[in-house]
């Protein structure tokens, strides 16, 4: 199943998503000032994982938009620890906002957000990368969790 929107698009969606849900329907705050500011470094660490990803399939000259055929099989970086560092960044971005904001909801999206992912991108591009990468992606798939 290919999708018209892009990962950016869910995520920006579900950042957006995350903030109505606090304000209009917060459930309870379980998380106060100053804990909450935490989230801030949540979101330092996803938006520095996804700017140095970039800049690593940028340099490899591999295509950085699903459904594009890859041309390099990127373990170096954020990808020595996740195949998928770009999603998990974003997932960390989501999480410190639903932390910055302090309330039950918000926590419902990265959830939600990693459950699209999969669904509608990872399993595709695994299958891509599979066909490409064959055995050197196999192995690569022993080695690095898809995640974390």
């Not at 849900?21 to 998380?31: M, N």
């Not at 470094?41 to 699903?66: C, H, R």
């Amino acid at each position: 199943m290919k999708s018209r929107l892009l990962p950016p698009s869910y995520f920006w969606g579900s950042v957006v998503l995350g903030i109505m849900l606090h304000f209009f329907v917060p459930i309870a705050r379980i998380i106060s000032s100053p804990y909450r500011y935490i989230g801030v470094l949540a979101v330092a660490l996803g938006v520095v994982i996804n700017l140095w990803t970039d800049s690593l399939f940028k340099s490899a000259g591999t295509p950085v938009q699903p459904y594009q055929k890859p041309t390099a099989l990127l373990n170096s970086g954020p990808f020595h620890i996740s195949r998928h560092p770009m999603y998990l960044g974003m997932t960390s971005v989501l999480i410190g906002v639903a932390c910055i904001c302090g309330s039950v909801s918000p926590f419902f999206v990265p959830v939600l957000f990693v459950i699209l992912m999969q669904w509608i991108f990872i399993r595709v591009e695994e299958k891509d990368m599979e066909s490409v990468f064959g055995e050197q992606y196999m192995e690569y798939k022993k080695r690095v969790r898809k995640w974390i």
